[in-house]
């Protein structure tokens, strides 16, 4: 399991940027990584954690396996996007299968960098892209219901599911997104989302795009976004993503040293992806052997076979037991051999929810 975050935004607003940061972060990990090809758009980077550097120092593996986070560019949102604009429902395809949309927004002014709207307004370039959103949601959800008005005569649960279908129209009509859909625990909704996998369902970051001299404090731009999120059920964060390109290549110390002199102490980007492992409830588990230290993503309150799944969906079906030791307590203790001695292990079964942090090893049958 892996978290999959399509970008999104207006032309000239830093998007583009943001994603080459990216690349060039998956590039200088790619001998980390099994991937031996990676579609233009996208990027898959590790997942910053310092809890596997502290657990390599004990154990000595041959290599550390990150969590990774799948970053899709979009292309084609413009104003009209969903009837065609720019590249239209091109990017339909793509976002529809991401966990969570990171909008990039334009914070910053430059002559030199147009703006395709004329003017520097981030909540009118947020209200731009929500609308295509919506649009594209209406659309899909409009083909849905007309085969769903011919299924209803011959069937009886389509009926059900067509009046849902026919409400959340009419909410979307009204200019509110899916989110925001009064029935949504309904078993009709959850159907209908499950099939169309609707835009303005998902998670929202805002990337709030500043200059190099915006990262201290925050400016105009920026507190209204911030406002904007906070009353949307969202979270802004802010970033240069001139700098976070910069940044790839620095050492960690040197990384540190240079954001600790911009006022910041954690990369826009580092806090986008921990953020959006929080949002969506994700968490990881470790296995630390000679082989490697690895982090396994998984949601938060799964069972131990299903955590296990992860590893092999084997062994998920022939689970016996979980041998886990705390993350703190195998850091305590230096490693698996002196934690067991100090009684620190735990054996533990079917009904066991996987904590962040866990240090786990799996019996299973073959």
């Given at each position: 399991m892996g978290l999959s975050i399509g970008i999104v935004g207006l032309p000239n607003v830093g998007k583009s940027t943001t994603f080459n940061a990216l690349t060039k972060a998956q590039n200088a990990e790619a001998a980390n990584y099994p991937f031996c090809?990676?579609?233009?758009?996208?990027?898959?980077?590790?997942?910053?954690?310092?809890?596997?550097?502290?657990?390599?120092?004990?154990?000595?593996?041959?290599?550390?396996?990150?969590?990774?986070?799948?970053?899709?560019?979009?292309?084609?949102?413009?104003?009209?996007?969903?009837?065609?604009?720019?590249?239209g429902n091109?990017?339909?395809?793509?976002?529809?299968?991401?966990?969570?949309?990171?909008?990039?927004?334009?914070?910053?002014?430059?002559?030199?960098?147009?703006?395709?709207?004329?003017?520097?307004?981030?909540?009118?370039?947020?209200?731009?892209?929500?609308l295509e959103l919506l649009f594209a949601d209406m659309a899909s959800l409009n083909k849905r219901i007309e085969k769903l008005q011919k299924e209803s005569k011959a069937q009886k649960g389509a009926n059900a599911q067509l009046s849902i279908a026919q409400e959340l129209l009419a909410h979307l009509e009204s200019n509110k997104p899916v989110k925001t859909f009064a029935k949504k625990e309904s078993e009709e909704?959850?159907?209908?989302?499950?099939?169309?996998?609707?835009?303005?369902?998902?998670?929202?970051m805002y990337g709030a795009n500043v200059s190099e001299d915006g990262l201290e404090s925050d400016n105009e731009y920026v507190k209204k976004v911030r406002e904007y999120a906070e009353k949307n059920g969202g979270i802004a964060i802010k970033l240069c993503a001139?700098?976070?390109?910069?940044?790839?290549?620095?050492?960690?110390?040197?990384?540190?040293?240079?954001?600790?002199?911009?006022?910041?102490?954690?990369?826009?980007?580092?806090?986008?992806?921990?953020?959006?492992?929080?949002?969506?409830?994700?968490?990881?588990?470790?296995?630390?052997?000679?082989?490697?230290?690895?982090?396994?993503?998984?949601?938060?309150?799964?069972?131990?076979?299903?955590?296990?799944?992860?590893?092999?969906?084997d062994f998920e079906k022939g689970f016996i037991r979980a041998e886990c030791i705390s993350y703190d307590d195998f850091i305590k203790y230096g490693g698996e051999a002196k934690a067991k001695e100090a009684g620190a292990m735990r054996i533990e079964g079917k009904e066991y929810i996987v904590q962040d942090g866990d240090i786990m090893h799996f019996r299973f049958n073959v």
């Open positions: 090809t990676i579609e233009p758009n996208k990027a898959v980077v590790p997942v910053p954690d310092s809890r596997l550097d502290e657990l390599a120092k004990i154990v000595n593996p041959q290599k550390i396996q990150h969590s990774v986070v799948e970053f899709v560019d979009i292309a084609g949102l413009v104003r009209g996007a969903s009837k065609g604009e720019g590249l091109q990017f339909l395809a793509n976002i529809k299968e991401a966990d969570m949309i990171l909008h990039i927004v334009r914070c910053f002014e430059d002559s030199n960098i147009t703006h395709i709207e004329g003017r520097i307004d981030p909540i009118s370039d947020i209200e731009i892209i929500e909704f959850i159907t209908l989302n499950r099939e169309l996998r609707f835009l303005t369902n998902k998670e929202v001139k700098i976070e390109e910069e940044m790839v290549g620095m050492e960690d110390s040197e990384r540190a040293e240079f954001l600790a002199s911009l006022g910041a102490s954690e990369s826009g980007l580092e806090q986008i992806i921990r953020e959006g492992f929080s949002r969506l409830g994700l968490i990881s588990y470790f296995t630390a052997g000679v082989k490697e230290v690895r982090a396994w993503t998984i949601r938060r309150g799964d069972l131990a076979p299903k955590a296990a799944s992860v590893i092999h969906k």
